[in-house]
């Protein structure tokens, strides 16, 4: 039977050269959460995201030295287990990084954008869908473990949903949680701008009246060391690439 490991990490930064200074994870009654000392240090604007600061960790071990590594690799790893995390890509190269690579993964995010077929939502981040869909949880928004107990919530509400969708029905939950695995795998094709000069517009009539624009977008977001793979499966779609 599946083991379902909603987890989080904050780190020094958003893209790929950056490294993990806390990890979260819950799975049934278990709750873990520790701070490490990364390999660099913690720039202001990702403390004023996640309130951790360089003087919080100075005395913490890195994560390899931690003891930790070993437990949750074979947590993570393990054949029956499936890791749950909101935007679950860049949470998934991160702990790559660290040499820890999950068999199975559920994003959130994806499967948001994948329920949200009259693209109703604004924006997709945990902590707007947290007000959105009056989420009630005693949780601190961008702590590791507050972003978990509200990513569990959230979880449940997808799930929700995805049962009575046409898709859903009469899944088992094996099947639903195979179904959530299969939709995370693969990347989202967006359909609307939600930024830029174009904001608000479909991307497929931009396309049409701008190609010039996305071939620029692409080529920012293959420069870029962000974790953007939505963005360029979209726009290498309506290109036709």
């Known amino acids: 039977m599946s083991k379902l490991i909603f987890f989080d990490t904050e780190t020094t930064g958003n893209t790929e050269k950056d490294f993990l200074c806390q990890i979260a994870y819950k799975t049934g009654n278990e709750n873990f959460t520790r701070l490490y000392k990364p390999p660099i240090k913690i720039p202001p604007e990702a403390s004023a995201v996640h309130h951790i600061s360089n003087k919080m960790v100075v005395d913490k071990p890195s994560f390899h030295e931690s003891g930790d590594l070993e437990k949750i690799k074979k ?46 939502i604004e924006r997709y981040n945990l902590q707007y869908l947290r007000y959105l869909l009056e989420i009630e949880i005693d949780a601190t928004a961008h702590d590791a473990m507050g972003d978990v107990l509200v990513l569990e919530k959230l979880f449940e509400r997808l799930k929700n949903k995805m ?43 931009v396309a049409k009246i701008d190609r010039g624009y996305l071939e620029w977008l692409l080529a920012q977001k293959l420069e870029s060391d962000q974790i953007d793979e939505d963005w360029i499966y979209t726009l290498k779609h309506y290109l036709g690439k």
């Open 163 to 205: 049962q009575k969708e046409p898709e859903g029905e009469n899944l088992s939950e094996d099947e639903m949680l195979e179904k959530m695995t299969e939709i995370s795998s693969h990347p989202s094709l967006l359909r609307t701008f939600n930024f830029g000069k174009h904001n608000g517009k479909k991307i497929e009539e």
């Open 75 to 120: 947590l993570f790893e393990d054949k029956n287990s499936i890791v749950v995390a909101h935007n679950a890509l860049f949470d998934l190269m991160m702990l790559k990084k660290e040499g820890i690579e999950p068999k199975r993964f559920i994003c959130t995010l994806r499967l948001a954008r994948h329920l949200d077929k009259e693209e109703k």
